[in-house]
């Protein structure tokens, strides 16, 4: 997945194609590829491994003289980066481009494959074109095939089709992808983002959660998800908005909350093989999972709670005893660190003053380094033995959101690649696990949905001065994570607490006022949270449980609110459980009226100790 572009013009429109797709490079990829449909030849394809340099070397050997067109930059997911994987896939019928991931693709491409359908790539994507072709084949026209084609897919994705016989008309879908629409004069754009579109046009609608769109040279048809034509505005965008574009959200925080099924995906197109069911790392890394005796995770904040959901699931899934302090205490105490031993750095700017020191006092003591960073040209990036990136894009709000959630994902796929590696997990466990992560991106979307009863529940919030946030296991973290992200952003006074410490000190707060937020998905250890909520309503605490329908129904407590997640794997629910603590926070923030992007004191990378 990557970057999507489409226009419908006046003039050969591939050169168009491949300038847009430049300015997407910053979301990473490693192919590439466009399609136009030629006057002769149909619909034409020219794609190539590596960098944009190398399509546009097959273009100048064989040029695109179409007036209509998609291209797109590919992270492999399913199947290895080479130029029959890339995008745009194609039948004799459509083409299409697609940013995400196909969950249900196995299932669809075994029921296509019955009825006589050839397919030429290891893909998910390939499904989609398939699919409509098979549509197209029983009489449906473009419209009706893509509508149809869309309710039968499970996952987040963008698409982008282009049809044979159609020199008019390109349909687009988004769920859990952005996609912008551009207004030209007798043109019309299609793009990742409204950066993809700054030299075309600088009027901009952006499509809402479920959309699909009808794109002529005369304007544009929008559906939403019940394929209802609606009505989505068109906004006048300035030269600067096109470099850091807030889209149709009020602030960046919101708007990087709903990115992250996008940018989740993407991270995890960097490190699994979903085709193949394994974790896809660097071949040459400078260390051996397998002959490692510990490891020192070390990071601050935000950053430092991802790393101490990472220890659960390094000492869980690979057995590898782990360290984790943050940054501005590590160094300090001077810690022994033993010969065989790896010190993993998280920070999202790569620059974080405290780490950074900490990665320079760990070289010194002959330790293996390595981080996950956002910024891959970071002093911390440069200065380490091997990087992880994440691939979140620009994170401009300074409550981090997105970013932790790639770090998460990054550190799940560490943790199942050591556990392979020391021989903790078997080839049927990393298959199992990696299978769930390839739904991650899916079950985030689904997690966004609950968003209007959590804008409810945040009005109620916004009239306390304390909140308690309550886990267990890998949840404790979370709670740690939602208590950060309520006092960055609305100066509400919060605590996070593993769940087993309420009865040693925090349950002494207890009042009818404090709200009191319990992060419990029903895993091993929910009945041993639910006693802790029977503690809190017996004193009256007003309890929020965030929880799935099994853990709902088994609570057996009073709640001010219920917030019901989708059902997941234990490996999943850190990442997913974060979204209801971000988006408490922000409308929490929100509705009290304060600086959401910028709040009070803080600043993105803390450069200084």
């Not at 009256?540 to 057996?556: M, P, Q």
Request: hydrophobic share 45%; net charge negative.
């Amino acid at each position: 997945m990557c970057g999507i572009i489409g226009i419908v013009g006046r003039e050969p429109v591939a050169g168009h194609l491949v300038d847009a797709l430049k300015r997407l490079e910053y979301r990473g990829y490693d192919s590439a590829g466009v399609a136009t449909l030629e006057a002769e030849t149909g619909l034409t394809r020219r794609r190539a491994e590596g960098k944009l340099r190398n399509l546009e070397i097959k273009l100048a050997a064989a040029p695109l003289s179409g007036l209509i067109g998609i291209g797109h930059t590919r992270w492999a997911t399913h199947g290895a980066p080479t130029e029959a994987n890339a995008h745009p896939h194609a039948t004799s019928r459509v083409a299409v481009v697609h940013n995400g991931i196909i969950e249900n693709f196995r299932e669809l491409r075994a029921e296509l494959e019955a009825k006589g359908q050839h397919f030429a790539s290891e893909t998910d994507t390939e499904v989609v074109a398939q699919l409509v072709d098979w549509y197209l084949q029983q009489g449906e026209t473009p419209a009706t095939a893509v509508a149809t084609t869309l309710k039968r897919l499970t996952g987040a994705f963008a698409l982008a089709f282009l049809f044979t016989d159609h020199d008019d008309l390109v349909i687009d879908a988004r769920r859990g992808s952005p996609l912008a629409v551009g207004w030209g004069d007798g043109e019309m754009y299609l793009g990742s983002d409204a950066i993809a579109l700054a030299p075309f046009t600088d009027r901009v609608a952006y499509l809402e959660e479920g959309d699909w769109v009808e794109i002529t040279r005369t304007g544009a048809t929008v559906h939403d998800e019940t394929d209802a034509v609606v009505e989505r505005p068109i906004v006048t965008v300035s030269a600067t908005a096109f470099q850091v574009d807030r889209g149709n959200y009020r602030h960046f925080m919101a708007k990087e909350i709903h990115e992250q099924p996008e940018v989740i995906g993407h991270t995890l197109a960097r490190y699994l093989d979903l085709s193949a069911s394994t974790v896809r790392l660097p071949p040459a890394l400078p260390f051996d999972w397998a002959k490692l005796d510990r490891l020192s995770i070390v990071a601050c904040g935000t950053a430092y709670y991802a790393g101490l959901v990472g220890k659960y699931w390094f000492e869980r899934y690979a057995r590898l005893p782990v360290e984790i302090d943050v940054a501005s205490e590590f160094r300090y105490r001077e810690p022994p660190l033993p010969k065989n031993g790896l010190a993993l750095f998280v920070s999202q700017s790569g620059e974080t003053a405290d780490t950074l020191a900490s990665l320079r006092f760990c070289k010194a003591q002959g330790q293996h380094t390595a981080a996950i960073v956002n910024v891959t040209t970071s002093t911390i990036a440069r200065e380490s033995d091997v990087i992880f990136p994440t691939l979140a894009g620009p994170e401009i709000g300074v409550a981090s959101t997105k970013a932790f959630t790639c770090q998460l994902s990054v550190l799940a796929s560490l943790a199942i690649a050591a556990g392979r590696a020391r021989g903790v997990l078997s080839a049927e466990d990393e298959k199992r696990l990696v299978g769930a992560l390839g739904e991650l991106p899916g079950l985030v979307l689904r997690a966004l949905r609950v968003e209007p009863k959590i804008e409810r529940l945040a009005r109620e919030t916004a009239k306390v001065a304390d909140v308690l946030y309550l886990g267990r296991g890998s949840s404790y973290p979370i709670a740690l994570e939602g208590a950060l992200k309520l006092k960055e952003i609305s100066y509400i006074h919060a605590e996070g607490y593993a769940a087993g410490e309420l009865k040693h000190g925090p349950i002494a707060l207890i009042d009818e006022v404090m709200p009191v937020v319990v992060i419990a998905p029903h895993d091993p250890l929910f009945e041993k949270t639910v006693s802790n909520m029977q503690e809190v309503a017996a004193r009256g605490g007003r309890i929020v449980l965030v929880t799935d329908e099994k853990g709902a129904g088994a609570a057996s407590v009073a709640t001010l609110e219920t917030i019901v997640m989708p059902d997941m794997p234990d490996l999943l629910a850190p990442i997913v459980y974060a979204l209801p603590v971000q988006m408490l926070a922000y409308h929490t923030a929100v509705f009290m009226g304060t600086d959401v992007d910028q709040p009070r004191n803080l600043a993105k990378s803390v450069t200084v100790e």
